[in-house]
């Protein structure tokens, strides 16, 4: 089941937009010096961006559907980042990690608006019946309620296997024995199909 979206790529316009020395610029601030104790911007957070942000956005926008959310959330992510001591090496799991969570949050908490999803979404030229993208929208919705009505490990395993993520990658990014993840998945697609037709049977 390929949960929403499509896997994106962040063109030189994005990563000028919301780069790195924007979000450490942001974070020294918010930092304040030492009466926060949050610590140091981290040195490598430019590099770790510019390899890490095009999969940060992949999952977000798996989650919300809307390109504009998903930055909102990798701005939001790698502002955390800036000051953690996690290992570069370690980076690229804890980032995917943190986008689902993030963008699981803004779900729940009903911070996406309707209107940046259908201006995500857009017609699709090949079908030009409006009642067709209607429904491909309604769907994409229900989808997305579902999704965020499952367990959370469930939900978070589910987005980073369907945003182009290994088993391994999985299996590290959640602490998860590699053979478990193919179960773990299963099950996360079956529960979110029983929760759309329950949600479709009770309406």
């Known amino acids: ?26 974070a020294e601030r918010e930092d304040g010096g030492a009466v926060s104790g949050r610590g140091a911007v981290r040195t490598d957070l430019e590099q770790v961006f510019r390899t890490a942000y ?29 000051h953690t001591a996690v290992p570069a090496g370690e980076a690229p799991a804890w980032l995917s990690v943190a986008a689902a969570h993030t963008a699981l949050n803004h779900l729940r908490s009903g911070r996406r608006r309707a209107t940046r999803e259908e201006t995500a979404a857009g017609p699709d030229p090949t079908v030009p019946d409006v009642a067709d993208d209607v429904v491909t929208l309604d769907e994409r919705r229900r989808v997305r ?4 009505r499952l367990p959370r490990r469930q939900a978070v395993a589910l987005v980073l296997r369907h ?41």
């Open 163 to 203: 945003s182009g993520l290994s088993y391994a990658e999985v299996a590290s990014a959640l602490d998860l024995s590699p053979g478990s993840v193919g179960t773990t998945v299963r099950r996360a697609e079956s529960a979110l199909r029983e929760e759309l037709s329950r949600h479709a049977s009770s309406h």
């Open 54 to 82: 095009p999969r940060v956005v992949a999952v977000a926008t798996r989650v919300l559907g809307s390109r504009d959310g998903a930055e909102d959330v990798a701005q939001e992510v790698f502002l955390s980042f800036a």
């Open 1 to 26: 089941m390929d949960v929403v979206g499509h896997c994106v790529d962040a063109p030189a316009a994005v990563l000028s937009r919301a780069g790195s020395g924007r979000i450490a610029r942001r």
């Open 145 to 148: 309620a579902a999704l965020a």
